[in-house]
């Protein structure tokens, strides 16, 4: 028998992954889940780069808007919720076709969670303190040392993912990539095709540059205000663009310097989002150019895919 299939198309932010997503749907016959951590909460549209109206009503998309901005969410709701629309489009005879840059979301639902030890606060708070005292990169140093395979994969910057991997070793002993291999997602039961994008750096970071610029045209600001007048979670108020603003808001820096804190920024998680697939190499990447239509893009992955 057959294994249903599930595709997914993943890369950096501002290459251009919805149109091309939207084109290659509607050859496919398939529905768009999305895999961004962002998308998920609502009133942050223009922020986030949010599908439109439009595009939805060209191929229908599942878990955007779904959360509020004041709400927490993490990897175990998003796996929860995206199974079971997958359950629900193949009961349609629909393909289930994920896009997005976040890794993780991508990463929990091929490759599933893990059973790992719950937070200790004591240990946290231990290893939080020599993060303030010594840094990121000294911690990144020490699980070197007890997990190699996670420090490969676990930039030296990402405090929160290091601090995690060495509270995960002293609470089980156990380095956090092992526990990571008995994880059992929807890879094996599933024949899942992953296809990436990119370009030439230089040409992404305009991209990016550009994208930046229509966020401010299409009303950005208003959109931030409007956001700063909630009591943000944690995870929303990460959005690049909410504390760049909020430091222009609060006239610690000109107008131009919030603009540029947001360029630079986005180009920083472009390089991170690019370093975590570079890794996995299951993902098929298509290299595009500025002549690359959406449409003659998506018709190469269809191809790919026949």
Known sequence: MLKKKIIFLV????????????????????????????????????????VTVLQRRKVKHHLVSIVDPTSEYNVAKY????????????????????????????????????????????????????????????????????????????HANDAKRIIRALEVFELTGQPIS??????????????????????????????????VDKMFKLGLMQEVRKLLKRKLSKTASCAIGIRELQ???NQEYSFDEAKRLIKRNSRHLAKRQLSWFKNDKRIQWININKTNTPKQIALKLWKKLS
């Open 247 to 249: 430091g222009y808001f």
């Open 178 to 211: 092992d526990l990571q291999m008995q994880r059992v997602g929807l890879g094996p039961v599933y024949d899942v095709k992953v296809f990436g994008l990119n370009t030439e750096r230089e040409a992404l970071y305009l991209k990016i540059d550009q994208r």
């Open 79 to 154: 796996r929860k919720k995206a199974i079971s629309v997958c359950n629900k489009l193949f009961n349609k005879g629909k393909i289930p076709l994920f896009v997005g840059g976040t890794g993780l979301y991508y990463s929990i639902i091929v490759d599933g969670l893990f059973s790992a030890a719950p937070l200790d606060k004591k240990i946290r708070a231990k290893l939080c303190k020599l993060l303030v005292a010594k840094g990121s990169k000294f911690l990144h140093s020490r699980l070197a040392h007890i997990d190699h395979v996670s420090s490969m994969k676990i």
């Open 11 to 50: 890369g950096p932010t501002g290459i251009g992954k919805t149109d091309v997503a939207i084109n290659l749907a509607q050859q496919l016959n398939a529905e768009i889940i999305s895999c961004d951590s962002m998308q998920v909460y609502r009133w942050m549209d223009i922020i986030t780069s949010k």
